[in-house]
């Protein structure tokens, strides 16, 4: 017999019953840390997440006799901040037609934009949780339901079960052919391309800083004291205001050292620039950089190259370098699609959303085919890529 609930917070799941729904690669390590218990815990002990900032965490439980088989991390959200598909013109529309669209219930995690399970648990359940959350949504009059980074397989088994609307994007990911070293890669780009990496390494080698690739216990208070400076500096530019507590850089630190590859270069004995990454099974998950000053060529080497240089000598098959940037194309990372499921409540504004949502994925699928076919690989390699 199956029952369905809601936890007020993650604190009230068992870290264990939660890890079991996650799918787990070589050694036990999960596919990707973003779903773990550890890393939603940092974001919520850290208060990065929680009502103040506009997350509320309501994840959604399924229980069979009593045991936890599959879950949702599901969100209520005030604001559209911090989820990398950008639905701010629909809100802005449906307010000019006199609706509410805040609260809304969102699928995802927090600050990440890393395609991964959102439906955790065994796939026959993927139904009922989708009807669950749709049905929240609706009896509580909510303007809308977004589940964001969802898999391939989520989004295809999904897709207009209940109204649910197909949106996708793209990102740009690094791909190991089996590559034996960095040279390797560079064999198989087009001549301009691999001179302008070579350029780009070699001016990073001229600045004289030391660059240390650390985990686990590696890392130490200092250099996490360090990348908080980077982080500020770089989210204070991009985003007018971090996402991340100082908190939760102590909380990935104390409970999840062994996800992160950590890469800092130094002038003398004082980190100058940082770039933080998460380990999964198969991938290397790039997601914060910063530096204090201006060194060129920099953020290419320790965000790009490092990543490359660290899943070639790992056997990892992907480097997945955050979201947006079409100069990572140059660089050897090519287009992917992304994919999300968004139900409206308004049948009109459903409508219209399911109109843009067709032109805008005539227009994306077009864009990865142009950036794939016009990519940096010589055109013998590029076409074994595809």
């Given at each position: 017999?199956t029952e369905?609930?809601l936890?007020e917070?993650?604190?009230q799941?068992?870290?264990d019953?939660?890890?079991?729904?996650?799918?787990?690669?070589a050694?036990?390590?999960?596919?990707d840390?973003f779903t773990?218990?550890?890393?939603?815990m940092a974001l919520e002990s850290?208060?990065?997440?929680?009502?103040?900032s506009?997350w509320?965490?309501?994840?959604l439980?399924?229980h069979?006799?009593?045991?936890?088989?599959?879950a949702l991390?599901?969100?209520?959200k005030?604001?559209?901040?911090g989820?990398y598909?950008f639905?701010h013109?629909?809100?802005?529309?449906?307010a000019r037609?006199?609706?509410?669209?805040?609260p809304?219930?969102?699928?995802?995690v927090?600050?990440?934009?890393v395609?991964g399970?959102?439906f955790?648990g065994a796939?026959?359940?993927?139904m009922?949780?989708?009807s669950?959350?749709?049905?929240l949504?609706?009896?509580n009059r909510?303007?809308s339901l977004?589940?964001?980074?969802?898999?391939a397989a989520e989004a295809?088994?999904l897709?207009g079960?209940?109204?649910l609307?197909?949106?996708?994007?793209?990102q740009f990911?690094w791909?190991n052919?089996g590559?034996?070293?960095?040279?390797?890669f560079?064999a198989e780009?087009?001549?301009r391309?691999r001179?302008?990496?070579?350029?780009e390494?070699?001016g990073a080698?001229?600045l004289?800083?030391?660059?240390?690739?650390?985990?686990?216990?590696?890392?130490r208070p200092?250099?996490?004291q360090?990348?908080?400076a980077?982080y500020?500096?770089?989210?204070s530019r991009?985003?007018?205001?971090?996402?991340?507590?100082?908190?939760a850089?102590?909380?990935f630190?104390q409970?999840?050292g062994?996800?992160?590859l950590l890469?800092?270069?130094f002038d003398?004995?004082t980190?100058?620039?940082?770039?933080?990454?998460?380990?999964g099974?198969d991938?290397?998950?790039?997601?914060?950089?910063?530096a204090t000053?201006?060194?060129?060529?920099?953020h290419f080497?320790?965000c790009y190259?490092?990543?490359?240089?660290?899943?070639?000598?790992r056997?990892?098959?992907?480097?997945?370098?955050?979201?947006?940037?079409e100069?990572?194309?140059?660089r050897?990372?090519?287009?992917?699609?992304?994919?999300s499921?968004h139900?409206i409540h308004d049948p009109?504004f459903?409508?219209a959303v399911?109109d843009?949502?067709?032109?805008?994925?005539?227009?994306?699928d077009?864009e990865?085919e142009?950036?794939t076919r016009y990519?940096p690989?010589r055109?013998?390699g590029?076409?074994?890529q595809q």
């Open positions: 017999m369905l609930s936890a917070s993650f604190s799941i068992p870290a019953a939660w890890d079991a729904l996650s799918p787990s690669g050694a036990g390590r999960p596919v840390p773990t218990h550890r890393f939603l850290s208060g990065s997440v929680g009502q103040r506009g509320g965490a309501h994840p439980l399924l069979d006799r009593g045991r936890l088989v599959a991390p599901l969100w209520a005030s604001h559209s901040q989820e598909v639905d013109g629909w809100a802005e529309a449906y037609a006199g609706g509410s669209y805040y809304k219930l969102q699928v995802a927090p600050f990440t934009p395609t399970p959102r955790l796939p026959e359940y993927r009922a949780l989708a669950a959350a749709i049905s949504a609706r009896s909510l303007s977004h589940i964001t980074f969802c898999t295809q088994s897709q079960h209940d109204g609307l197909l949106r996708q994007g793209q990911h791909l052919r590559y034996g070293c960095f040279d390797d560079l780009l087009s001549s391309k001179k302008m990496i070579r350029k390494r070699e080698r001229a004289g800083l030391r660059i240390e690739s650390l985990s686990g216990d590696q890392i200092e250099h996490w360090a990348f908080w980077f500020q500096d770089t989210g991009k985003w007018g205001r971090p996402y991340l507590t100082r908190e850089f102590d909380a630190g409970t999840m062994d996800d992160i890469v800092l270069a003398g004995e980190p100058v620039a940082g770039a933080l990454n998460f380990i099974a991938t290397l998950f790039g997601r914060y950089w910063g000053g201006d060194y060129p060529f920099l080497e320790l190259y490092q990543a490359i240089d660290y899943a070639i000598a056997g990892l098959s992907r480097v997945e370098a955050g979201a947006q940037g100069h990572k194309l140059a050897g990372y090519l287009p992917v699609p992304t994919f499921l139900w009109g459903r409508q399911c843009f949502l067709q032109a805008e994925l005539r227009a994306v077009d990865i142009i950036l990519g690989f055109r013998s590029q076409g074994e």
